[in-house]
């Protein structure tokens, strides 16, 4: 089955600086990958995603990217803002069925 | 409200009692999944439904779990004799199904057991 692995477990950035996670997946045959973030005691929120036919999506401050060869994608915040202080949960998914989630980045931005 | 809904919130049990969980996913879904989540780790798969049938079922899901979506609609997910390791958040989640924009997977609040 599919493997996703995600780190760091936990990141620490100033307000206003960017942040990275990243993540890789066993399955090569996974076309969806999609971000969440979560607060705490609260439901996970999608917050992006990318399917395999594109190498790179932006939405405002959050950005993903896609080496499939690789087997890599990364979620890429940037002018991070204190709210932006959750866990965030990569994810793999092959025919738009189950997800495989890494285990979480815990990312604290310091005002 | 329109997300999806789970109930109870919070379940407190004993080991050895059984206990029923219920997810109402948004309206026009017709994807249903169930997950669990223990502190510190990200949601793992139990089980999904596409309409009231029952299409996958992860190893995770021991004889003890059972779910139903009986119409199609909402789901239920039974654990039956508790044992203290099935203290999580179960999570449902729900989706249009396959196809691109419509896979997205929307999250319910959880229901939160604590087996004692």
């Known amino acids: 089955g599919e493997n996703v692995e995600q780190h760091p477990s936990t990141l620490s950035v100033q307000e206003g600086d960017s942040a990275v996670i990243k993540c890789t997946y066993s399955?090569?045959?996974?076309?969806?990958f999609p971000w969440y973030k979560q607060e705490l005691g609260k439901r996970p929120q999608l917050i992006i995603d990318i399917r395999s036919n594109v190498g790179e999506k932006k939405d405002q401050r959050i950005a993903v990217t896609l080496n499939k060869t690789a087997k890599h994608f990364s979620l890429h915040i940037t002018e991070t803002q204190p709210e932006d202080s959750a866990v965030y949960f990569c994810?793999?998914?092959?025919?738009?069925?189950?997800?495989?989630f890494g285990i979480g980045t815990k990312l604290q931005v310091i005002p | 409200d329109t997300g999806v809904s789970q109930d109870p919130r919070h379940k407190i049990t004993k080991r050895g009692q059984n206990v029923t969980f219920r997810c109402d996913p948004i309206s026009e879904h017709n994807r249903l999944y169930w997950y669990r989540q223990t502190l510190g780790q990200g949601p793992e798969f139990l089980t999904y439904f596409q309409n009231e049938a029952q299409l996958e079922k992860s190893r995770l899901l021991s004889d003890r779990f059972s779910a139903e979506r009986p119409k199609g609609s909402f789901s239920t997910l039974e654990i039956q004799r508790t044992e203290q390791g099935d203290s999580a958040m179960y999570l449902c989640a729900s989706s249009l199904g396959a196809g691109t924009g419509r896979e997205t997977q929307y999250f319910g609040p959880g229901t939160r057991l604590l087996v004692l």
């Open positions: 994810a793999a998914s092959w025919g738009y069925q189950k997800v495989t």
């Open positions: 399955d090569s045959a996974s076309n969806y």
